[in-house]
């Protein structure tokens, strides 16, 4: 049998496996909105932190990172921020954790709302979040969906891959939302480190047995290629102002991504975050040292200079320079960042249009009650909505994968960055503050990005961010924060962290409170 | 925790993220071990002494937290 059939069966096989995974607790979770969207809070150490790790590691990891350091230079690497995104995710992620269990939240939208005491700047975080989802995703399924088509050498076209990409994600979620999400990014993280290793392994020994790495960098230093492995970079992209930028947009500002924010409310203790501070850096480094050294050595060695499409490196890499298997399992492997990320960030959309939108707006503002199986129905057809919206992108198939996700949804996201930051750490950040910062945040990002060139070298999320800081922060000296939001997320908080005090059970309050709406 | 602990623990950090984003790209790069430049080096595995330091910071921390149940 020819390897494109056997691997167009591999890819049908892993796709029934990911549908019946999801649709294995369609039942449980139907029962209950807080089972479907947090998992009950109960994700264990290992899971977060493989659920956590790879939803940040899209198919741009494993596709877009080797293609950016060919193009680029090691610089790229400073995407991880040295892993920035582990230190934020204790230090924010532990005092979102304890609101959460206070207070009953379940998404970022759910925290600003109420810290800042509006439903309207609630209601416009929510609808900006869920629109600049939809391209994310949709970024992952392209990549999928380019990578089948080179794999299986065009049998599978374009539109069937991504078409089944999307429904297969969809499904998944719609059947088991945030447990099996979390569960099958477990899986992921797994295959996808298991697959790294092997493809280096078999390309070192293949085409560089006489001396390994070295003897790979020897090629670099003859064929041209060699100023790959130094910042600036051949092209003099990443000076520290473009280090930064890098780091702001591919790891600092993770922490606000939708559907990382979501997982600081669903770790079942405090031990998650004391073990994710040592374990979640460590998974960056094993997992993004082999994709560096796919980029930054093994192509440029294999390939030689100007290779004409950087975008599909690490694709030609594992079909045409491997045999069928090692074709097959990078291709898995593709799946696993793209699939972890594009579930993950489509369930935090659902959570957010059927909690923040529906539940609230509909419901809680009005006075009326719901009940929780409703919420779940709800956020069940969303996900069928957002499914045939990202069809359509995905069809569409628009630029570079690199571009699109970057100039688009990461530094969009990035605008609740300092709102949640200063409200957890600053009394004084005042609802006028937070939206006057996120929506000219908003603004500047938009106009540096679409009309007008980010000046003195830095990226346009650079510039969003500190018009964004720095506007929260004068309106909000100028304006007052009620006692009680100042009771109820500060002193409370540091009473807890730093006095000794119990959390209270207003978590099984509230959470029954909702459910029961 | 200590404040002493905590100046120290802002102060690494300060550090490492300067040497990671800025340093990091002025720097020589020598080839160690004949294919390993020095910058590849600090950007790869630099981050696994950033990972040993927080967590022994935050495992102290951490168990100031007993009473969060």
């Given at each position: 049998m020819k390897p494109a059939i056997l691997i167009s069966l591999g890819i049908l096989v892993y796709a029934i496996f990911i549908v019946w995974h999801g649709f294995r607790s369609f039942k449980s979770t139907s029962e209950s909105s807080e089972k479907f969207f947090?998992?009950?809070?109960?994700?264990?150490p290992f899971v977060l932190l493989c659920t956590t790790s790879i939803s940040v590691f899209s198919a741009l990891a494993f596709y877009g990172a080797p293609s950016g350091i060919y193009k680029d230079?090691?610089?790229?690497?400073s995407n991880t921020g040295g892993m920035v995104a582990a230190l934020m995710f204790v230090v924010v992620g532990y005092r979102l954790w304890l609101l959460g269990r206070e207070y009953g939240f379940t998404t970022p939208v759910d925290y600003l709302r109420s810290r800042y005491y509006s439903d309207g700047y609630g209601l416009f975080v929510s609808a900006f979040l869920i629109l600049f989802i939809v391209p994310y995703v949709a970024m992952q399924l392209v990549a999928i969906g380019d990578a089948v088509v080179v794999t299986t050498d065009g049998m599978v076209p374009y539109v069937i891959a991504v078409a089944v990409g999307t429904i297969v994600v969809s499904l998944h979620i719609i059947g088991g939302g945030m447990g099996s999400v979390a569960w099958m990014d477990t899986f992921h993280m797994c295959l996808g480190f298991g697959t790294l290793i092997t493809l280096i392994v078999y390309l070192t020994m293949r085409y560089?047995?006489?001396?390994g790495f070295a003897e790979a960098v020897q090629i670099m230093q003859q064929n041209g290629t060699?100023?790959?492995?130094?910042?600036?970079g051949p092209n003099g992209t990443f000076n520290w102002k473009g280090m930064i930028s890098n780091a702001l947009t591919g790891a600092i500002a993770t922490v606000v991504w939708p559907h990382i924010f979501m997982r600081t409310f669903v770790a079942s203790s405090k031990e998650n975050f004391r073990q994710m501070s040592w374990a979640m850096p460590l998974s960056y480094v094993l997992v993004y040292s082999p994709i560096v050294i796919i980029g930054a050595i093994l192509a440029p060695a294999i390939?030689?200079?100007?290779?004409?499409k950087p975008d599909n490196i690490v694709a030609i890499l594992s079909t045409q320079y491997a045999p069928p298997f090692i074709a097959f399992i990078s291709l898995l492997c593709l799946f696993a960042f793209g699939v972890s990320t594009a579930d993950s960030l489509l369930l935090s959309a659902s959570a957010m249009a059927s909690r923040d939108i529906y539940l609230h707006h509909v419901y809680e503002l009005k006075g009326k009650t719901s009940d929780s199986k409703q919420v779940v129905k709800f956020g069940r057809l969303v996900l069928l909505l957002l499914m045939i919206i990202t069809l359509v992108i995905v069809a569409l198939k628009p630029a570079s994968i690199t571009d699109y996700a970057y100039k688009l949804s990461s530094p969009f996201f990035a605008q609740i960055l300092p709102a949640t930051l200063f409200g957890l750490?600053?009394?004084?950040?005042s609802k006028e503050g937070a939206i006057t910062g996120t929506v000219s945040g908003l603004l500047v990002a938009i106009v540096l990005t679409f009309f007008v060139k980010p000046p003195f070298g830095f990226s346009a999320l650079v510039w969003a961010l500190v018009v964004n800081t720095l506007l929260l922060v004068v309106v909000s000296l100028c304006t007052k924060v009620p006692e009680e939001i100042t009771a109820k997320y500060h002193t409370r908080i540091d009473s807890i962290i730093y006095s000794g005090a119990e959390l209270t059970s207003l978590t099984d309050a509230t959470l029954q409170a909702v459910n029961q709406k | 925790m200590s404040k002493t602990v905590t100046i120290l623990f802002v102060l690494f950090n300060i550090v490492y993220f300067f040497i990671d984003y800025v340093l990091v790209t002025v720097l020589p790069n020598p080839l160690l071990f004949g294919w390993l430049p020095l910058q590849l080096g600090l950007l790869l595995f630099f981050p696994v002494i950033a990972a040993i330091v927080w967590g022994l910071y935050f495992n102290a921390f951490f168990n100031t937290q007993k009473h969060v149940k």
């Open positions: 947090t998992a009950d809070r109960g994700l264990n230079g090691i610089g790229f690497y560089f047995p006489n001396g060699f100023d790959i492995l130094s910042c600036p390939l030689g200079p100007g290779f004409e750490f600053w009394k004084r950040a | -």
